[in-house]
Nanobody, 128 residues
Framework: QVQLVESGGGLVQAGGSLRLSCAAS????????MGWFRQAPGKERDFVAAISLGAYSPYYADSVKGRFTIARDNAKNTVYLQMNGLKPEDTAVYYCAACSAYYSGSYPLTLPARYDYWGQGTQVTVSS
């Protein structure tokens, strides 16, 4: 079992920045591909970013590419999401997730069903 706890959310003005953290316990995060998702009220949970075991080739949703950066520190058992240039449409609950399976392509990592463990989420609100 892996327990994931997100932190770092909050209220920020448009154009501002936040850094989300996802701390893991129970197992080493180095065994998982990690992803960030978000869910706005009344909408489905959407893929934001993913990073492989060795932190090779991070993958981003088009809506956040160039603004968000995913990173991992396996020594600290933590994954981060640096969010710059925030927009009101980025407002959502952000979740981190761990995927134990290996996929050769990026598309499977955009699907919530591929992930085995989830955090409880952290609210990000961007005001205009």
């Amino acid at each position: 079992q892996v327990q994931l706890v997100e932190s770092g959310g909050g209220l920020v003005q448009a154009g501002g920045s936040l850094r989300l953290s996802c701390a893991a316990s129970g197992r080493a995060l180095s065994a998982f591909t990690m992803g960030w998702f978000r869910q706005a009220p009344g909408k489905e949970r959407d893929f934001v970013a993913a990073i492989s075991l060795g932190a090779y080739s991070p993958y981003y949703a088009d809506s956040v590419k160039g603004r968000f950066t995913i990173a991992r520190d396996n020594a600290k058992n933590t994954v981060y999401l640096q969010m710059n240039g925030l927009k009101p449409e980025d407002t959502a609950v952000y979740y981190c997730a761990a995927c134990s399976a290996y996929y050769s392509g990026s598309y499977p990592l955009t699907l919530p069903a591929r992930y085995d463990y989830w955090g409880q989420g952290t609210q990000v609100t961007v005001s205009s």
